[in-house]
């Protein structure tokens, strides 16, 4: 029996069965039904969002932290039935879905702590006798729409400020995960959200993601997804003159020098490239090889490879699970295809796997033999497909790594103090990581890229504050 999950519009839970939820493990299982939003709804609880703001946006810090609090508690103590019910929608690993549950309680607790942290600055004006203060203020109605790749990790990472700084939301998760956006929506209602403070719009992006873009009412719109989709927010964003912030696109870059840890470095590619089935916007795509390590390097990878436990997400044993649906199955294999076709040598897997249950699964895949030039190593495939770039030497390595559309994260396995020094300053990237993978990232420090990976301000930690609230300079003459 599955339960029918509705959208939260006003503080209602409301909608007709509209999608289902398929188990990308077991393509058998449905793990649930949801409500399907139409473009009048997203209007509804835009309405709804517009008109709670004034109250939430005055609200004490010590409301907003309660919520907060509650909230991170909450899914702290569920985190194994949430990250089990988040590795079986979206095929991440039981591991990997407790740890990103664990993630979104942690964003919940800093964020409620920033709520009793708001400060401002006040300063005494050039005109003697006025004194000048600058504080900050909620934007207004927040759009966030986020992806299938982090279910509750990314909705908590905007979710929590957005709430703290005091915004109110019209959110709309990928269509892909919407139990895990439903669950966190629930926690944050039952903790006590005034009406109309969160709303929960599940639905199609061209239609209720669409509304969101051509609404005057939305203030703001935080978005993490593709490229295309995010020129789109962009531009709509420019007509209405609202603020946005993109999250998109990775074609991350890990360097291997001659002189790095051989364990180190096959430990940052294996994890970096394909932990999570290699989608994430932060995976290690190519794998930058200095000459002498090169074949080494390569030999230690598949052996590595050939050992992993490639199956259902849910099965404690599984390192890697399967891809998220039959649409991104298709683009992995098209580009292990490309990449042949392109002259790469396919050195590991690519090929379907069966397991027990019809599912999604795709053997890890590793080209030899690329150049930086072929579409491989231009565009971002999201699945766990890496291709190693074989380089003479340092300098030609930060050339390779910085020469790519995108600018999100990099990294370099070097005991050289010098290089790893030379490559933080140098790197074209948002993050910068020396001997650890492109993946993994603290939640208390600043999130974002360069090029085409982002645009606008940093999401998490302080900086999020950025975006999430406008600065209001006050002049008063006490007379
Ligand atoms: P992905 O390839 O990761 O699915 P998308 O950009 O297609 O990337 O999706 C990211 C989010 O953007 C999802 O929630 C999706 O429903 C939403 N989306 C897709 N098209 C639109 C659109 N035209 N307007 C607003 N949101 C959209």
């Known amino acids: 029996m599955t339960v029918l999950r509705k959208n939260l519009i006003d503080g209602e839970w409301l909608g007709e069965a509209g999608s289902r939820n398929i188990n990308p493990s077991n393509t058998n299982d449905v793990v649930g039904e949801y409500a399907s939003a139409g473009p009048e709804e997203a209007k509804q609880a835009i309405a709804a969002a517009k008109t709670a703001f004034p109250a939430w946006s005055r609200s004490g810090p010590l409301t907003r932290h309660a919520v907060l609090k509650k909230t991170s508690d909450e899914i702290m103590a569920r985190k194994d039935e949430i990250g089990r019910s988040l590795a079986r929608e979206e095929g991440k690993t039981l591991a990997e879905g407790v740890g990103e549950t664990i993630r979104a309680a942690q964003l919940f607790d800093f964020f409620a702590g920033e709520t009793l942290r708001l400060s401002g600055e006040m300063v005494p004006s050039v005109r003697p006798g006025v004194g000048v203060e600058m504080t900050r203020e909620g934007v207004g109605v927040v759009g966030i729409i986020t992806p299938w790749n982090f279910p509750i990790a990314i909705p908590a990472w905007?979710?929590?400020?957005?709430?703290?700084?005091?915004?109110?939301?019209?959110?709309?998760?990928?269509?892909?995960?919407?139990?895990?956006?439903?669950?966190?929506?629930?926690?944050?209602?039952?903790?006590?959200?005034?009406?109309?403070?969160?709303?929960?719009?599940?639905?199609?992006?061209?239609?209720?993601?669409?509304?969101?873009?051509?609404?005057?009412?939305?203030?703001?719109?935080?978005?993490?997804?593709?490229?295309?989709?995010?020129?789109?927010?962009?531009?709509?964003?420019?007509?209405?003159?609202?603020?946005?912030?993109?999250?998109?696109?990775?074609?991350?870059?890990?360097?291997?020098?001659?002189?790095?840890?051989?364990?180190?470095?096959?430990?940052?590619?294996?994890?970096?490239?394909?932990?999570?089935?290699?989608?994430?916007c932060t995976a290690s795509s190519r794998l930058i090889v200095t000459e002498a390590i090169h074949d080494?390097?390569?030999?230690?990878?598949?052996?590595?490879?050939?050992?992993?436990?490639?199956?259902?997400?849910?099965?404690?044993?599984?390192?890697?699970?399967?891809?998220?649906?039959?649409?991104?199955?298709?683009?992995?294999?098209?580009?292990?295809?490309?990449?042949?076709?392109?002259?790469?040598?396919?050195?590991?897997?690519?090929?379907?796997?069966?397991?027990?249950?019809?599912?999604?699964?795709?053997?890890?895949?590793?080209?030899?033999?690329?150049?930086?030039?072929?579409?491989?190593?231009?565009?971002?495939?999201?699945?766990?497909?890496?291709?190693?770039?074989?380089?003479?030497?340092?300098?030609?390595?930060?050339?390779?790594?910085?020469?790519?559309?995108f600018g999100l994260t990099s990294g370099i396995c070097t005991t050289s103090l010098k290089h790893a020094t030379h490559f933080k300053r140098n790197s074209e990237a948002g993050m910068v990581m020396v001997n650890l993978p492109t993946a993994g990232v603290d939640f208390h420090v600043p999130f974002g890229g360069r090029k085409g990976s982002s645009y606008g301000p940093r999401e998490q930690g302080r900086y999020a504050m950025e975006f999430y609230t406008t600065v209001k300079t006050a002049y008063t003459f006490a007379g």
Not at 196 to 222: C, E, F, R, T, Y
Not at 296 to 325: C, H, N, S, Y
Request: charged share 25%; proline share 5%; net charge negative.
């Open 158 to 280: 905007k979710i929590a400020p957005a709430l703290a700084y005091g915004n109110t939301i019209v959110f709309k998760p990928a269509e892909l995960v919407p139990e895990s956006a439903w669950t966190i929506v629930d926690i944050l209602h039952r903790a006590g959200l005034p009406k109309g403070v969160l709303n929960l719009v599940m639905g199609k992006g061209s239609v209720v993601g669409q509304a969101m873009l051509d609404s005057p009412d939305v203030n703001a719109i935080s978005f993490t997804g593709s490229v295309g989709t995010g020129k789109r927010v962009a531009a709509a964003s420019v007509e209405h003159m609202r603020k946005f912030q993109l999250e998109m696109g990775g074609k991350n870059p890990l360097v291997v020098l001659d002189d790095a840890d051989l364990a180190v470095a096959v430990d940052c590619a294996v994890n970096g490239a394909y932990f999570s089935t290699g989608q994430r």
């Open 296 to 405: 080494r390097f390569v030999d230690a990878i598949k052996e590595r490879l050939d050992k992993l436990v490639i199956g259902d997400a849910l099965d404690a044993k599984t390192q890697i699970g399967p891809v998220v649906d039959q649409t991104q199955l298709k683009q992995d294999e098209d580009y292990i295809a490309i990449g042949r076709q392109e002259g790469a040598e396919l050195a590991f897997g690519g090929d379907r796997l069966e397991r027990g249950a019809p599912g999604f699964y795709l053997q890890p895949a590793l080209f030899v033999g690329s150049t930086n030039a072929m579409r491989i190593s231009r565009e971002e495939i999201f699945g766990p497909v890496a291709n190693v770039i074989r380089v003479k030497d340092y300098d030609e390595a930060l050339a390779v790594a910085n020469d790519t559309p």
